[in-house]
């Protein structure tokens, strides 16, 4: 298995480009279940996740084309030729059930298996399955596997979910483009992602309005087109080497970012004393003077503070200056990273959802082990800061959600290198 050796080695200095959004493009590649026509994604990014679901769909029968290295995806579903999703391949990747709604808007039936992906809680499904339900679907739970069925196809009706949940509004969403009549779906995602999945359908002729608030009104559609649809730019990744020169001091220019995917993050950023600029190409980002101050932090859905930017702002706190309080509030289970920083120095007080960092003057580098995909880049971050070296174990994850982390690091000064596994 890989492992990343990281040097602390001072200041950063230049831009890196912002890769199109993997969450983004996870839930538009099923999108092409909804039509017989083709679907072209541009701006895709090059991770192991998206190739997790390319074998998930070609699995279905669906012609993918993966162009200009990867950049390019286009997808046709002309020719479905199976409807059932297999465990060996869901269980790598939670969003591998949002091939469920769409498959059964489009035919009638489908058979996923319940999904796997990072270890960061519970994380059921339960909100997808009782919106499709509302949707006249009828479902059933036989050895691991959902099956769906829906004779005579999906009727519109009203879905209320009792908390926000991001992949439940996806596969809502899909599944009620094709179904006879009109759903509400109320207490929806308003994440950039689910605006883009909406931008996506609406170029293939659903009709859907609300996107971006928390209502979301769907007029059925006999049937959806194909479309080109370049995929939004990647917030979380964005955020992340945001995060780059924050840690290390010096100015870094985040090509492709706005402020408006990430203004919570950088309202925090600002309270750190960290300064972003909105240029033209992009988000340029510098520390100021001396420390970053400590700043609160609580997760929230969109527009809140995102929790998949929560490790990577606890290796910043780390050395910031007082004390921070970091609450988590999306998933019961996503402080792994703390006891890894605490092998660095890092001075952190778990307590359920809560952490209480009191920021060191500096990190000291160690071995330490990624145990998920956003946890694996905070110890990254970390060791940039710490002296010496730092060898994260197990980056697996990182390859799931990173593309070529050591290349867009290294290009600003970072020391950093991949060291091969056997
Ligand atoms: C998506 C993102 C993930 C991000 C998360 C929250 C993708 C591929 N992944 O995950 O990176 O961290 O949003 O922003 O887009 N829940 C239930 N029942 C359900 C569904 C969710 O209880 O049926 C709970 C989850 O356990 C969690 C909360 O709801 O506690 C929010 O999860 P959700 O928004 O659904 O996350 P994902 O769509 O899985």
Redesign the pocket.
């Known amino acids: 298995m890989d492992s990343i050796l990281v040097t602390g080695n001072g200041p950063l200095n230049g831009q890196i480009p912002i890769a199109g959004a ?3 493009c ?2 538009l590649m099923p999108a092409t279940l909804l039509s017989d026509a083709p679907l072209t994604l541009t701006n895709a990014p090059r991770l192991s ?1 998206i190739k997790t679901m390319t074998t998930l769909l070609q699995s279905l029968g669906v012609e993918v084309t993966s162009l200009q290295e990867g950049q390019v995806l286009a997808l046709s579903s002309h020719n479905l030729t199976n409807h059932v999703a297999d465990y060996d391949i869901v269980r790598k ?3 591998s059930i ?1 091939v469920l709604g769409p498959m059964l808007a489009r035919d009638g039936h489908a058979v996923v298996s319940l999904p796997g ?1 990072c270890a ?11 919106a499709l339900e509302a949707l006249g679907a009828d479902l059933e739970l036989k050895e691991g596997y959902v099956h769906a069925k829906a004779v005579g196809g999906l009727k519109g009706g009203t879905v209320e979910f009792p ?8 596969n809502a969403v899909m599944a009620a483009t094709l179904a006879k009549g009109t759903t509400i779906i109320k207490n929806a ?1 308003r ?1 950039p ?1 689910i605006v883009d999945l909406v931008h996506c359908l609406q170029k293939m002729g659903a009709q859907i309005t609300g996107e971006g608030t928390s209502t979301l009104e769907i007029q059925g559609v006999d049937r959806l087109d194909g479309a080109t649809h370049p995929v939004v730019t990647d917030r ?1 990744e964005l955020g992340t080497y945001m995060l780059a020169p924050a840690i290390c001091g010096g100015e870094v220019e985040c090509l492709g970012g706005r402020i408006g995917l990430v203004k919570s993050f950088c309202e925090k950023l600002d309270a750190a004393g960290v300064s972003v600029e909105e240029t033209k190409a992009g988000l340029k980002v510098a520390r100021k003077n001396g420390r970053v101050r400590a700043v609160d932090v609580v997760t929230e ?2 527009p809140g503070f ?3 930017l929560q490790a990577q702002m606890m290796a910043l706190m780390c050395t910031a200056q007082g004390t921070s309080v970091l609450e988590e509030k ?3 289970n996503r402080f792994m990273h703390a006891p890894e920083l605490m092998r660095m120095g890092a001075e952190i007080d778990v307590h359920g959802g809560t952490a209480t960092v009191t920021g060191v003057e500096r990190l000291k580098g160690a071995p330490v082990m990624a145990t998920d ?2 946890a694996s880049v905070s110890l990254i971050l970390a060791g940039l800061a710490a002296e010496g070296e730092t060898l994260v174990n197990r980056v697996y994850h990182l390859d799931r959600g990173y593309e070529r982390v050591e290349e867009k690091l290294g290009h600003v000064g970072a020391k950093i290198e991949r060291v091969q596994g056997e």
Do not use: C, Q, W, Y
């Open positions: 993997k969450n983004a996870l839930t996740d990747m939670r969003a949002l992906g960061i809680g519970a994380r059921p499904v339960d909100l997808h399955l009782k908390f926000v949940s991001v992949g439940a509004t996806e995602a994440e992602e979380i859905p969109f995102p929790t998949d999306i998933f019961e995909l956003r």
